[in-house]
């Protein structure tokens, strides 16, 4: 397999993960977030988005968008649940990571972390922590009373909302008021086969 | 069963199109879109993102995320893939769909038809009408030599982009350049089972 990758971003480690916990190998193709005048060259065809991941299967088939990769790849394993409706809840959990964790805290991350334009970017900052402290109550409130997102197990719910959760210091945000999200974050990063972003 | 709904919402409207071609009997719960205030009381406990749709199950087990619960009661039919990388791709239309087509458009929607303050909102709408246009873009080129979007047969995916794609005019987009996209919308809405947004 060949994975179009960006080495900073969460949406990319999700799938270095999880790709590492099934023993997967797999090629690298590294692609810039900053300047992205190559992507239609390299992914057109390949991602309508012309966005990191995208997976080139053996096959020579695509696949995009990370949840949908993680799904395809663990669909099978212990990282998806077997129960119906365990497994659409693993869904609505990754459907919340890219609709209430991902555009507020990847997108203030970029602009903090990777471009270093925190004063640029200040009016917008304040919509997007706003609207990542929203996710991350939701996400302490659920974990109050609970290990993992989903049922009694870790999988690839775990995996898609920790991608940018366990960055969110990076994005100007506090965790301090997240007791429940920090102690997930360690359960997260304590388990064997995590790999770290930077891996 | 039980939907938490509102009737203007593109995310409702797909469950309940799916509802009906299921021929699943519902009860409807009707929540404002635009006074919240009461959403905690309603939806606490059922849905971390306290948002519509929220479905509650016979068994009185709750699920959210519009695109998660379409996967829920339609997998096994004949609306999600059996093959599992189309099953996957599936999933990748719907991620993109929350993830580029529902924060563009259906957030103009309802700044222009829904709130009435397309002036109020001209600077944001720049940037939305850009997201949305992009958006566009990605499933026109993907439309223009196939009838569906996933494989050769409509499902779970064509209801979810249809969602918001089919009531982008009343965003600010025009959808004249968009033909492939268009017959698609025609196509979607000429099949038997199909339900208006206001039914």
Not at 11 to 19: E, H, I, M, T
Not at 31 to 51: T, Y
Not at 73 to 91: M, N, W
Not at 116 to 131: I, P, S, T, Y
Request: proline share 5%; hydrophobic share 40%.
């Amino acid at each position: 397999m060949r994975l179009y990758n960006n080495q900073d971003s969460g949406n990319c480690w999700k799938v270095r993960q999880l790709l590492a916990l099934l023993g997967i190998e797999y090629e690298r193709v590294e692609l810039d977030v900053i300047d992205r005048s190559n992507r239609k060259d390299v992914l057109g065809g390949k991602n309508p988005a012309l966005r990191v991941p995208t997976l080139e299967l053996d096959n020579g088939e695509y696949l995009a968008e990370s949840n949908a990769i993680l799904w395809y790849l663990g669909d099978g394993t212990e990282y998806v649940p077997t129960d119906p409706l365990e497994r659409a809840r693993a869904l609505q959990w990754m459907f919340f990571e890219q609709y209430e964790v991902e555009p507020n805290i990847a997108v203030a991350r970029f602009w903090i972390a990777i471009l270093g334009e925190r004063d640029k970017h200040a009016a917008e900052l304040e919509g997007k922590w706003r609207g990542g402290k929203r996710a991350l109550d939701a996400i302490e409130g659920h974990l109050a009373d609970r290990d993992w997102l989903v049922g009694d197990a870790f999988s690839i719910a775990d995996i898609s909302v920790y991608g940018y959760t366990h960055v969110a210091e990076e994005a100007g945000f506090d965790l301090e008021p997240y007791p429940a999200v920090r102690a997930w974050i360690e359960r997260v990063a304590a388990r064997p086969g995590y790999v770290p972003m930077e891996a």
